[in-house]
């Protein structure tokens, strides 16, 4: 079955066109980063009316590029349903459910992060089920059991702000542009280590959770009576990068021996991130295990894993059973199994 995929969950408007037997056969995305740099983040309101403009035309786009002749050809239509922002969840929930009425498809609202989960099954190399996946957003830090898909046991997640979230404010106070993360993980390049060290949060608890907030403060008060040149800046990205990735590492090998698994996947817009991939990498070839991840481009926010997600549903059977849905917010494990 063909599936367009529509993601409009935050400040990236992206669409994909999967197909169950040969795989993903085109994607576009449309990125607002100029459209909200000036503001220093997302603002929810340009997020929604952008996604209306640029939505036809990506849609026309992928078709056109995936050689497909008409709605004919489409089986179903999926969309993000949460969790996100409402306004921009609202307009992907619209327009895929007004396609599916004019071309007489099914169509279901799909969970974001599920997406991010399995985006490393669009890949070659595609993890086998079980496996534990440390999904890193913008809006989420989670360590996940799963067992197949729809079946996720959350073994823990963040109790305030999310790594990318974390990322995002320390960029902000090294002065780096919005989104910070990738410029974050740029500046640290040219860091020298040991200068700063920044702690390692609930790394001696026997949990997988976890607190990014205090990480902030710490960058905040090392920074306070320093002058920040180019290479104190950069010393500084350095060290939160280590602390970061070490808190990530440490609790990720926790939650592999708690579910005896040898299988781990890192996910989400955090997870384009080289330092975080490298050591992840190196820990589970040491234990004899093995890490796998989606693309540098489908880490972060997109149509593929939109369409993809909804192709194993949709070919399961399930659809939107009362309209259109648009949750803020969703859990992730009260999604029903495949
Ligand atoms: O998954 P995503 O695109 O959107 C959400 O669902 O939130 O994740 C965006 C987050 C942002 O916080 C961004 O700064 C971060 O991922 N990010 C990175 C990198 N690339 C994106 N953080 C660290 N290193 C990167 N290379
Ligand atoms: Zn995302």
Redo the contacts with the bound molecule.
Sequence with gaps: MLTLGIET??DETAVALYDSDAGLLAHRLHSQVDLHRVYGGVVPELASRDHIRKLPALIRDVARSAGVDGPQDVGGIAYTAGPGLIGALMVGASVASSLAFAWKVPVLGVH?MEG?LLAPMLEDESPEFPFVALLV???HTMLVAVEGIGRYKILGETLDDAV??A??KTAKLLGLPY????A??ALATAGRPGRFSFPRPMLNRPNCDFSFSGLKTAVVIATRDVALDEQTRADVALAFEQAVVDTLAGKCLLALEMTGTTRLVVA???G??QRLRERLAAEMSRRGGRLFYPRTEFC??NGAMIAHVGALRLGAGQTDRDGPVARARWPLDSLEPV
């Design positions: 969950s935050c974001h991010h957003s913008g809006g990318g979230e990322f995002d989104p910070g993360g990738p974050l993980a989400g817009g955090v384009a991130n972060t926010d």
